[in-house]
């Protein structure tokens, strides 16, 4: 199969333009490149052919001479899903060494198809071989560096959809159940990496991926999703004996337990509804969220709620004001007003982002 998908290996295993690009200038300057200059930036974003809106922003954050502002404006979902799609690849930067963290709001999957990198966040430093992967929750604060000529490969799942996505997956009791679940829901919050765990077969899944976000056909989102859960299988099925963390044992605590139920019941879940059904008193349960998970109970019915909310406007075709009252609101300007404070864009612009090139 991988014979079948020459073109598409060949292509992630070469550099791109954005690569060099900065080859060049890293030859120029004798050493590896560590910071871009404004215009050098600029150069590179061309590469990637944004829109003009972004290109502005971009302009705009450095002439403040903001470049967290940068980084922040360049990693959410919007930026790196194709249209509507719950799936992502693309391939890390050679040449370049930014010591710069950065996070974002979806899954990654770092996979080091051949040659090394180093993975950096707050955990520590890591060396990543040929065929190691690294599992990396939203929010995470991490960096890579792709040492010389290898190929890492950034697999990208949608968190916004993960749950009606891929519910097969929470729904096994496996491993990556576990993991997923108690990302999304409990208190862990760290990557995980897997040593050698790449195998052929997982490489036909991220090339057939690959090749269908080229094309781009009408139905890419369905293929390619089904393509990512046959990935995530395979991968906890080879990889168990190498897990570096042990991702099954902080899954069951009862906290995560009282956030997955908000998230799955954002339309209808009281302090008195969850008291029942914990057996803990409402002034108990106010606390405890307080205390593991660092959130009042009222924040996370409404990140529960503006979660559900996003999902519902990428994924169907219901009105604002039918999904204003799906999730529990019964005002939809009320519901407009704490979307747009939450997320800063409203409904409708949040739909038109997701829906279409950024």
């Not at 770092?110 to 690294?134: F, Q, R, T």
């Not at 077969?201 to 089904?226: A, G």
């Not at 999902?311 to 999730?327: A, K, M, P, Y």
Request: aromatic share 10%; with cysteine; glycine share 4%.
């Amino acid at each position: 199969m991988v014979n079948m998908l020459e073109k598409e290996l060949n292509e992630l295993k070469e550099d791109s333009s954005a690569d060099r690009f900065i080859l060049a200038l890293s030859e120029k300057q004798g050493k590896p490149i560590s910071t871009l200059s404004d215009k050098q930036i600029m150069d590179v974003m061309k590469l990637w052919n944004p829109d003009q809106h972004t290109m502005e922003l971009v302009r705009d954050s450095l002439e403040r001479g903001s470049r967290k502002d940068l980084i922040r404006l360049l990693t959410p979902e919007k930026y790196y899903f194709p249209p509507g799609s719950s799936v992502s690849i693309s391939k890390s930067a050679r040449y370049v060494q930014t010591n710069e963290f950065h996070n974002h709001d979806y899954f990654e999957i770092e996979c080091v198809l051949d040659g090394s990198a180093n993975h950096h966040s707050l955990m520590g430093d890591y060396s990543l071989n040929e065929h190691d992967i690294v599992l990396i929750p939203p929010h995470v604060k991490h960096d890579l560096d792709v040492v010389d000529k290898g190929t890492v490969i950034n697999l990208g799942i949608r968190s916004s959809t993960f749950r009606s996505e891929f519910a097969d997956i929470l729904k096994n009791d496996i491993g990556i159940s576990s993991y997923f679940e108690n990302i999304m829901y409990g208190t862990f919050n760290s990557e995980i990496i897997i040593r050698q765990s790449l195998d052929t077969f997982m490489i036909e899944l991220i090339l057939m991926m690959y090749q269908k976000q080229k094309q781009y056909p009408s139905d890419t989102d369905i293929i390619s999703n089904h393509l990512m859960a046959s990935f995530l299988f395979r991968m906890f099925e080879v990889s168990r004996a190498n897990l570096m963390v042990d991702i099954t044992q902080s899954a069951t605590a009862k906290a995560g337990k009282i956030r997955k139920y908000i998230y799955d019941h954002p339309d209808t879940a009281t302090l008195s509804e969850l008291s029942g059904i914990f057996y803990m008193s409402e002034a108990y349960i106010s606390r405890y969220l307080k205390q593991k998970l660092h959130i009042s109970f009222s924040d996370l019915v409404k990140e529960a709620r503006i979660n559900k909310a996003k999902e519902l406007l990428i994924r169907t075709d219901l009105s604002v004001l039918e999904i204003s009252q799906h999730i529990g609101y019964s005002s939809q300007s009320h519901f407009i007003h704490v979307f747009h404070e939450t997320v800063g864009s409203s409904p409708l612009q949040y739909r038109i982002r997701g829906t279409q090139n950024p």
